[in-house]
Nanobody, 120 residues
Framework: QMQLKESGGGLVQPGGSLRLSCAAS????????MGWYRQAPGKERELVGI???????NYGDAAKGRFTIARDNAKNTLDLRMNNLKPEDTALYFCNAARIDDAQGFVSYWGQGTQVTVSS
């Protein structure tokens, strides 16, 4: 079974930068897509950015122009570089990985999340 572990969250001032990392480990590492999602208190989980195994990237609206996502297929890692952070970026950030299983079809895995707080 695949496990995902996020790291790099913390407290940052408005306008600052932060880098999140996600590492996949365990078995079943034939990953199709990897992505970052976030969920702020009282709000639904939303897409930050997602990368396919061939390198196609799709960003959520809030991330465009400020965030950069990068995937290393050999290491099964996914990084998220966030610049010019705003208070509204405060959320719990989750790493997601998805794969196609011969028996189960589409299978999605989630990390436990890492907190990002943007505040002065």
């Amino acid at each position: 079974q695949m496990q995902l572990k996020e790291s790099g969250g913390g407290l940052v001032q408005p306008g600052g930068s932060l880098r999140l990392s996600c590492a996949a480990s365990g078995s079943d590492l034939d990953i199709s897509t990897m992505g970052w999602y976030r969920q702020a208190p009282g709000k639904e989980r939303e897409l930050v950015g997602i990368v396919t195994s061939t390198g196609f990237i799709n960003y959520g609206d809030a991330a465009k122009g400020r965030f950069t996502i990068a995937r290393d297929n050999a290491k099964n890692t996914l990084d998220l570089r966030m610049n010019n952070l705003k208070p509204e970026d405060t959320a719990l950030y989750f790493c997601n990985a998805a794969r196609i299983d011969d028996a189960q079809g589409f299978v999605s895995y989630w990390g436990q999340g890492t907190q990002v707080t943007v505040s002065s």
